[in-house]
């Protein structure tokens, strides 16, 4: 289990990571979002031992993960976003010498490079420099390098970077694989890849962690998408009675259509929103106010991502976020 309490981390004046604490277990996948410099790279750096925190602690398995800790950075697999390779080596030597470093000798050494081979399927590329790779063959390499010796922490950091669509499917079964003796985590600018790969996300901001939700709890609303050609205040003032009933405004994804237009009808949190689209329905009918379509709003992960990360939510950010996670 990887344990992170309270860690901070300043270069200079400017603070990359402020006061975060998070929990993830093995076997869990986790996606870790964020913004060019949010403070994702500063955190994987952090829990790979990589860096040290100014303030607060980071636990695997109830070790202390500190400065230089080479026993417990062998039980890490860490795929920087640039892996630095030697590019004259053959993608034998260069996985031999990672193995090496991780502790890895004789046959247990030459199993475990014989398994990250099969499971980045590097077979027809094992004995070929690694400059002579295209840029997703070196990806793999990268990825097989960061699952030597069965690593109890995996870090990815946008693993499928250069990747066709075969391979990246392959990519995320290989991920899901590993992960049912490791805990896993991904960061990607690619939303459709941890939805399907991940059960859970942490969105970071300005270096603090302003969600950590389970996926398949953000894709259902408290909200109704409501398709008409009536006015808003017209809907407004018809539903303005019901006890459901807290707000309506345009939706962001709502464009005209045969003069219709679609709202968000956001109702109270306490309320059964399938009831709550019944009694929206028949309101709206016994007052004659056309419905194009009606039914209860979904939400996806990079929607969520854009209403937490943009400019003009980071005032109400807070509430957003307790109403999420």
């Not at 892996?83 to 000798?105: C, M």
């Not at 077979?123 to 840029?135: D, G, H």
């Not at 398709?227 to 003032?237: F, R, V």
């Amino acid at each position: 289990m990887l344990d992170v309490t309270s860690i901070s981390r300043r270069y200079g004046d400017l603070k990359a990571v402020d006061n975060v604490s998070f929990a993830i277990k093995p076997g869990e996948i986790v996606g870790l979002l964020g913004h060019n410099g949010a403070g994702k790279t500063t955190i994987m750096k952090l829990l790979s031992g990589y860096l040290e925190p100014d303030s607060g602690s980071i636990y695997l398995d109830n070790q202390l993960i500190q400065l230089g800790d080479k026993t417990l950075q062998r039980s890490l697999g860490y795929l920087p976003e640039n892996l630095p390779v030697y590019p004259e080596l053959t993608v034998a030597s260069y996985l031999q010498y990672v193995a090496d470093l991780k502790g890895l000798t004789g046959k247990e050494q030459r199993r475990a490079i014989r398994r990250v081979v099969e499971a980045t399927d590097l077979k027809e590329r094992f004995l070929s420099p690694i400059n002579t790779l295209s840029r997703g063959m070196k990806q793999r390499v990268g990825v097989a390098q960061a699952l030597l010796g069965s690593p109890s922490l995996l870090i990815l950091d946008e693993p499928t970077n250069g990747l066709d669509p075969a391979q990246t499917e392959q990519m995320r079964q290989l991920i899901k694989s590993f992960s049912e003796s490791a805990t896993v985590i991904l960061s990607t600018h690619i939303m459709q890849e941890v939805e399907a790969t991940c059960s859970r996300a942490l969105i970071i901001q300005h270096g603090q962690l302003v969600v950590d939700t389970q996926l398949n709890e953000i894709h259902t609303t408290k909200n109704i998408a409501l398709q008409t050609t009536a006015e808003q205040q017209t809907i407004s003032d018809a539903l303005s009675n019901e006890k459901w009933f807290s707000s309506i405004k345009l939706s962001d994804n709502g464009t005209m259509q045969n003069k219709s237009n679609t709202f968000l009808i956001e109702t109270n949190s306490d309320v059964d929103i399938n009831k709550a689209i019944e009694h929206c329905a028949i309101e709206l009918v016994n007052r004659s106010i056309p419905i194009t379509s009606i039914h209860s709003d979904k939400q996806d992960l990079q929607r969520l991502f854009l209403d937490i990360t943009t400019p003009s939510n980071e005032q109400s950010q807070t509430q957003e976020v307790s109403n999420v996670a």
